[in-house]
């Protein structure tokens, strides 16, 4: 089971690699909620997202076979990106598969850190299957977007981070999608102080998690129609369900109205574009979802990798 001391031993491994990402702070929206919020500004990492820690930590620690052999991952974007410039950096050849309807710039920034895309049908085809494939025809290691250890420890290093910057927080929460940065946050945040509550946002539309925590087992649902792609996951993974079941304080959901809504109120008063998974955090506490008046509160903005048209038309 992935632990507080691999988060901290993957900290150590990306310092000087990964950015130590800026803690934002805004007077209006602490008058807004009731509370002293702290944002932690993964938009503005290396790549745009939080990946990059996960995906530089996994591929830090491949053997020499290994990196020759390069690497196979899968996703809609940002672990995606994550990958193929961590390989670019660490000069291992990268390959990875991603849906047709991936958001343009992800593609584009893909492929620009050097990595080789693949692409297949989301309703239609299994890019685990596709990703398999390829890596037994070329011996490659698949690097998986967040059931990995690795990836865990290495996503936990911004919560990590965080509390190191703003001292104690009676809350933490984040986005989830698959559990990789909600399972390491939470070792992260409870490895400091275990009376840390730690919460998880969904899109309404995708709630595997939640549905999963309150049943006690992991459940598969359709792919999520959202625009949140980063958090169209169906379930969550094995590793990060059981580091949940354990530390999750629990996960609410958000609509995609509300997203927009604070992707605008980001925009407007931090000066910050975070893309719609990036923003689920903070919708949960504008939306009154988690009780945090007179509290101190760290969000995650895990990303800001959003074209430019998109953005212009959701906050129109």
């Excluded at 059931?147 to 865990?152: G, L, N």
Aim: hydrophobic content about 45%; glycine content about 10%.
């Amino acid at each position: 089971m992935v632990s507080y001391d691999d988060v901290r031993a993957a900290s150590a491994r990306i310092s000087g690699v990964a950015h130590r990402t800026p803690v934002v702070r805004s007077r209006t929206l602490d008058d807004r909620v009731g509370a002293r919020l702290f944002l932690k500004c993964e938009s503005l990492q290396r790549m745009g997202a939080f990946k990059f820690r996960g995906a530089y930590n996994r591929l830090a620690q491949l053997t020499p076979d290994e990196r020759r052999a390069g690497v196979v991952a899968y996703s809609s974007g940002n672990h995606a990106q994550g990958v193929a410039l961590a390989a670019q950096l660490l000069e291992i050849p990268a390959t990875i598969v991603m849906p047709r309807d991936a958001p343009a710039s992800k593609l584009a920034a893909t492929r620009g850190y050097g990595a080789e895309v693949v692409l297949y049908e989301r309703s239609e085809e299994n890019r685990a299957v596709i990703a398999k494939g390829i890596a037994d025809e070329r011996g490659a290691t698949i690097v998986p977007p967040y059931d990995d250890e690795r990836i865990v420890a290495g996503a936990g290093t911004a919560v990590l981070e965080l509390i190191e910057e703003t001292g104690p927080l009676d809350l933490v929460i984040v986005p989830v999608g698959g559990g990789g940065l909600f399972s390491g946050s939470a070792l992260a945040a409870h490895g400091i102080d275990a009376r840390t509550q730690v919460w998880g946002v969904e899109p309404q539309a995708g709630n595997d998690v939640q549905q999963s925590l309150a049943r006690g087992e992991r459940v598969v649902i359709d792919v999520p129609r959202t625009i949140a792609d980063g958090l169209q996951t169906q379930s969550p993974g094995e590793i990060t369900f059981a580091v949940l079941r354990e530390h999750a304080a629990g996960v609410v959901t958000v609509s995609d109205d509300e997203l927009i809504e604070t992707m605008r109120v980001l925009f407007e008063r931090c000066k910050l574009v975070v893309e719609p998974s990036g923003a689920a955090a903070l919708a949960a506490v504008l939306y009154e979802k988690i009780p945090v008046a007179g509290k101190r509160v760290g969000i995650v903005l895990s990303g800001g990798n959003v074209d430019r048209a998109r953005f212009a038309e959701l906050i129109a």
